[in-house]
């Protein structure tokens, strides 16, 4: 009797069990398990300067492209550095600019050593450091950039 029992209750319950396997295996199969895949990208430097748009790009080594506005009020001589928390690796993004008020600088990263993979969510960490055009005194400025590498 406990064996007919036993065969019911599988008979019964072993559908609702393959049903629940199939529909978990096509949601990891459709990456839904991978939610940073929906986490829009993010690039924030602070209200002294605004982050207009970024890019990361993938390669051998990869390298990081942006557009920041100056919200200062004032000329600044400025001097981007961009760091990926994965390698450590730190590195100018050009020479020291001076930039107007509400004036929008395009610059691009190259890495050395760090390698973007393409389609893979990365961080990169931005340094913003500035002087009023005519002083003497550093301001510096920590910020970052999140998104998907292209």
Known sequence: MKGQAAYEFLATYV??????????GALLYLGITQPERFVP?????GLEFAC???????GTPGSFDAVIRNNLGFSADTQ?????????EQIPCGAIITMHSGEKLEFSCAFTTTDFILDQREEIRLQVIYTK???????????SAKGVTQ
């Open 15 to 24: 559908w609702a069990l393959l049903l629940i396997l199939a529909t978990l």
């Open 41 to 45: 990208n993010t690039c924030d430097v």
């Open 52 to 58: 207009e748009d970024f890019q990361i790009v993938s």
């Open 80 to 88: 981007v550095f961009a760091e990926s928390p994965r390698t450590k």
């Open 133 to 143: 055009t005519g002083g003497t005194r550093k301001h510096t400025i920590v910020g």
